[in-house]
């Protein structure tokens, strides 16, 4: 039984599968190569045993950059959700620990036994912005490092503040067959109060479309694409390098070297979700088309707080059996906000017990198509698709 002290550690690597956890510790001169068989003990107890399975390929590999901001977990679990029947690994990056690695190590141990689950941290950051050389401000060389250390033919990549539907890794394998790269699309989140805005119709759109059309020949963001680590070889480094004074940009760069692989496929679902903080939506391009869609309660708190009351009406008005009445107040609350998950799911329910079957299953399957994590919204999916 080896103890290693957890002082002096410069980097640690944690993979779990079956119920089984393992975690390297990289000290100065010397590997201790761990497995922590119960999931409860504390990390400072190990026994000595390799990863079972870890050499064999996977069938796609994700890489997430983070300085442990909060949302990290809901990242992760995103991965852990995924509905691919194959094996995953799951490669972190840690740049800096500004956040809480408690968080992080409490998400892994909920890491289901299809994921292998890998923490990297070197104990430094590779980001100028941080002490270290490489341009990219917000994950320095991370990307590249882990995008060369994958065991998988198939990298997807995913921010720490961004997160994925059940279907996403499923979706873009299949969209990739014979081809070097592919993608998704994504929506558009509020992060203050976590609802979809609307579908990303001017922005990662792929090659040729969109906004950056002209510029930059299109534009597909990191946390929708899944590349052929072998035909894409090359286009890594440039996820360490930034165009810009700023330190930003180097999801351009990488998207001007993908156009010199022709062979890529658009996945063609939705199956991304992209934070979008307030000041980020006040942006020219982004504030343009809000308004051009007419969605004014990303910027009007009193229509947030007008959202929430009918919901919760609707909701109080389903339980006391008055379905009309809860239909009418979901569609009040759905006029302001197309896309609010919590209304959805009342209005399907009330229109599943009015006996309106066909307008229940649309209204459920648009609300899942958002909001795939909420347990209560896949029940009442399954009931309706089952029952119809």
């Known amino acids: 039984m080896e103890t290693p002290s957890r002082r002096g550690v410069a980097a640690n690597v944690l993979t779990k599968s079956a119920g089984r956890a393992y975690i390297f510790l990289f000290h100065e001169k010397k590997v201790s190569r761990c497995a922590l068989e119960d999931p409860t003990m504390p990390y400072e107890q190990f026994s000595c045993l390799p990863p079972a399975g870890s050499q064999e390929r996977f069938d796609a590999a994700v890489i997430i950059p983070t300085i442990l901001r909060p949302t990290l977990v809901r990242a992760m679990q ?110 558009l989140v509020d992060r203050e109060t976590g609802w979809p805005i609307c579908q990303d119709e001017w922005d990662s759109l792929g090659p040729g479309r969109g906004i950056n059309r002209e510029r930059f020949g299109g534009f597909v963001s990191p946390s929708n694409l899944l590349l052929d680590k072998e035909a894409c070889h090359f286009v890594m480094p440039y996820w360490s390098l930034s165009p810009f004074k700023d330190g930003t940009g180097e999801d351009r760069l990488v998207f001007q070297e993908l156009l010199q692989h022709h062979s890529w496929a658009a996945g063609g679902a939705y199956s991304c979700f992209y934070e979008m903080p307030r000041e980020v939506q006040s942006h020219a391009h982004h504030a343009r088309e809000f308004e051009a869609r007419k969605i004014g309660w990303i910027k009007d708190p009193e229509l947030v707080k007008t959202i929430r009351l009918l919901a919760s009406d609707a909701e109080a008005m389903l339980g006391a059996g008055d379905f009309a009445q809860a239909a009418a107040a979901c569609r009040r609350a759905l006029a302001l906000n197309p896309h609010h998950a919590p209304s959805l799911h009342v209005l399907a329910k009330a229109q599943w017990q009015a006996g309106e079957k066909t307008n229940a299953l649309a209204h459920i399957t648009h609300a899942l198509e958002i909001d795939d994590r909420d347990c209560a919204i896949v029940a009442t999916w399954k009931k309706i698709t089952t029952e119809r």
């Open 78 to 187: 995103s991965v852990f959700n995924q509905d691919l029947g194959g094996r995953i690994q799951l490669l972190i990056g840690i740049d800096q620990r500004q956040g809480d690695s408690g968080r992080l190590e409490t998400a892994a141990r909920e890491c289901p036994g299809n994921v292998f689950l890998s923490v990297f941290d070197p104990g430094y950051s590779t980001s100028v912005c941080h002490g270290g050389m490489y341009s990219n401000r917000f994950s320095g060389a991370l990307r590249t490092i882990l995008s060369y250390a994958a065991n998988s033919k198939y990298v997807a990549y995913l921010d720490d503040d961004d997160w994925w539907g059940r279907g996403h890794l499923s979706g873009l394998l299949s969209a990739i067959a014979g081809k070097d790269w592919a993608f998704s699309y994504r929506w």
